[in-house]
Every structure is written in structure tokens, then in C-alpha cells.
């Protein structure tokens, strides 16, 4: 059983290749932030695979969990950072729709 | 009876492979933002979630179950309730860090892929083409 997680966990791992491509060529920052909340999802459940190589899951699973833990507030510290908003959490596109109304209103009252 | 929990926690680990492999190369290979989203938020949820319930239902084959104990088999059951707790959390986390990066693009006004914008999905005559050549566009487009 040891021999198929470790053939499990090299898997995972030439598996992660494609999300470090997709870090490094992403045409955004958010892509490269999609990659790397992938490889770090990923990283938690290889804690626990080699938890079962070493026979020590009751110590690598709580491991696993921190991570975890870590990379969702990773990720959402991440997407609040590239948001474009400054202001206000309701994003710039509503505002500007909204000032754009306002401008198309205010020129029609004053012609 | 154990090697029933085995070969049960093996499929599922390879089921859990299967989906990490579609999840790497959708997010290779897809041509726009939001579809490289969708391979990596679903794929990955699901991956996660089949390869560390397979090693979870795997540990179970471990447990002596013929003596059934109060004192000596219930604590062994520790480690999967863990990795159990591990399968809720993926489950509530990764959506919503997905949720949060895909709101975080959209307001970063990345376009998605369309037919007048050129690509190699448009033109083979096979996929769906959106008839709304701009559909994000209708609130800026007051002037």
C-alpha cells in the first residue's frame, strides 16, 4: 500500500506542472493566483499522502489542515487585493455606470 | 472485511487523479480567464475531496474491528473524523476562493472569449457562439 501512495504523490506532483506553466506564462495576475490556489490545495492533500507514506497521519493531517487553512486566506487576501475597487466593495463598473448616467442626464437638462 | 476499505480508498484515490489530470490541462490549455477558472475551481474541489476521503476510508482498513472496544477502537477513528473535518473545510473554502478571484476578474473587466474577438473556438463551426457580440458592456456604453 505504501508503493501506491507514492506512486500517488509523484502523480499529484508532475500533475502541478501544467499549474506552474499557467504561473508562469498567465497573461493576468489573477491566472497566476489561480494557479497558485491550485498547487496549494493541492499541497494540502500531499501532506496527507505522505503522512501515509511515513505512517504518521495523526501528525501530518493537522499539518494539512493549517495549510489549507493558509491558502484559502491566501486566496480571498489575494482577490480583495486585485479587485479593482477603491472605494467601495461594490466594484468600479456599477460606479461608473452610475456616473455615466449622471453625466448623460446632467447634459440633457442643461441643452 | 478490510480489504473491502482498501480497494474502496484506492478508487477513489485514482477517481480523485483522473479529475487532477482534467483540472492541470483545462488549466493549460483553455483559452480564457473564466474558462480556465471553471476547469481549476471544479476540478480541484473534487479532487481534493476524492483523494483525501479515498486515504480516509483507506485508514479505516487499519482499525481493529473484530474487538470492538470503547476504549481502543473509537480513538483510532480520530484520524479519518480529522480527515473528514479536512473534506468539510475544502468543500466550504475552495468555492468561495474561486468565488472571490472570479468576482476580482470580472471587476478587473477581463473579456471573455467571443466570436468577434477572433479565436480558434469560433471558427471551427462546431462550439456555441454568444450572439451578443459585447455583453458586458451595456452600462458603459451611456455616454
Given at each position: 500500500?505504501?508503493?501506491?501512495?507514492?506512486?500517488?504523490?509523484?502523480?499529484?506532483?508532475?500533475?502541478?506542472?501544467?499549474?506552474?506553466v499557467r504561473i508562469?506564462?498567465?497573461?493576468?495576475a489573477?491566472?497566476?493566483?489561480?494557479?497558485v490556489?491550485?498547487?496549494?490545495?493541492k499541497?494540502?492533500?500531499?501532506?496527507?499522502?505522505?503522512?501515509?507514506?511515513?505512517?504518521?497521519?495523526?501528525?501530518f493531517?493537522d499539518?494539512?489542515?493549517?495549510?489549507?487553512?493558509?491558502?484559502?486566506i491566501?486566496?480571498?487576501?489575494a482577490?480583495?487585493?486585485?479587485?479593482r475597487s477603491?472605494?467601495?466593495?461594490?466594484?468600479?463598473?456599477?460606479r461608473?455606470a452610475?456616473?455615466?448616467?449622471?453625466?448623460a442626464?446632467?447634459e440633457?437638462?442643461?441643452? | 472485511m478490510?480489504?473491502?476499505?482498501t480497494?474502496?480508498?484506492?478508487?477513489?484515490?485514482?477517481?480523485?487523479?483522473?479529475f487532477?489530470i482534467?483540472?492541470?490541462?483545462?488549466?493549460?490549455?483553455?483559452?480564457?480567464?473564466?474558462?480556465r477558472?471553471?476547469?481549476?475551481?471544479?476540478?480541484?474541489?473534487?479532487?481534493?475531496?476524492?483523494?483525501?476521503?479515498?486515504?480516509?476510508v483507506?485508514l479505516?482498513?487499519?482499525?481493529?474491528?473484530?474487538?470492538?472496544?470503547w476504549?481502543?477502537?473509537?480513538p483510532?477513528?480520530?484520524?479519518p473524523?480529522k480527515?473528514?473535518?479536512?473534506?468539510?473545510?475544502?468543500?466550504?473554502?475552495?468555492?468561495?476562493?474561486t468565488?472571490?478571484?472570479?468576482?476580482?476578474?470580472?471587476?478587473?473587466?477581463?473579456?471573455p472569449?467571443?466570436?468577434?474577438?477572433?479565436?480558434?473556438?469560433?471558427?471551427?463551426?462546431?462550439h456555441?457562439?454568444?450572439g451578443?457580440?459585447?455583453?458586458?458592456?451595456?452600462?458603459?456604453?451611456?455616454?
Open positions: 500500500m505504501t508503493t501506491f501512495y507514492i506512486i500517488t504523490g509523484v502523480l499529484l506532483l508532475l500533475l502541478m506542472v501544467p499549474a506552474v508562469v506564462k498567465g497573461p493576468t489573477i491566472d497566476r493566483t489561480v494557479g490556489n491550485v498547487i496549494g490545495t499541497t494540502a492533500v500531499l501532506l496527507v499522502i505522505i503522512g501515509m507514506i511515513f505512517k504518521r497521519v495523526d501528525m493531517v499539518f494539512a489542515l493549517a495549510y489549507g487553512l493558509l491558502n484559502f491566501g486566496s480571498i487576501a482577490a480583495r487585493y486585485l479587485h477603491k472605494e467601495s466593495p461594490v466594484g468600479d463598473r456599477e461608473d452610475k456616473e455615466a448616467i449622471q453625466g442626464s446632467g440633457e437638462a442643461r441643452g | 478490510s480489504f473491502v476499505f480497494i474502496i480508498g484506492a478508487i477513489l484515490v485514482v477517481l480523485g487523479l483522473v487532477f482534467g483540472a492541470a490541462f483545462g488549466l493549460l490549455r483553455f483559452p480564457d480567464f473564466y474558462t477558472m471553471h476547469a481549476a475551481g471544479k476540478g480541484d474541489t473534487l479532487c481534493s475531496l476524492l483523494i483525501v476521503l479515498g486515504v480516509a483507506g479505516l482498513a487499519e482499525v481493529d474491528w473484530t474487538h470492538f472496544d476504549h481502543h477502537t473509537v483510532q477513528l480520530l484520524v473524523l480527515l473528514l473535518a479536512i473534506c468539510v473545510f475544502i468543500m466550504v473554502s475552495s468555492p468561495a476562493s468565488h472571490a478571484l472570479m468576482d476580482a476578474g470580472f471587476d478587473d473587466g477581463i473579456e472569449v467571443t466570436a468577434e474577438g477572433g479565436n480558434a473556438l469560433a471558427d471551427d463551426g462546431f456555441a457562439v454568444a451578443d457580440p459585447e455583453p458586458y458592456e451595456e452600462g458603459s456604453k451611456i455616454e
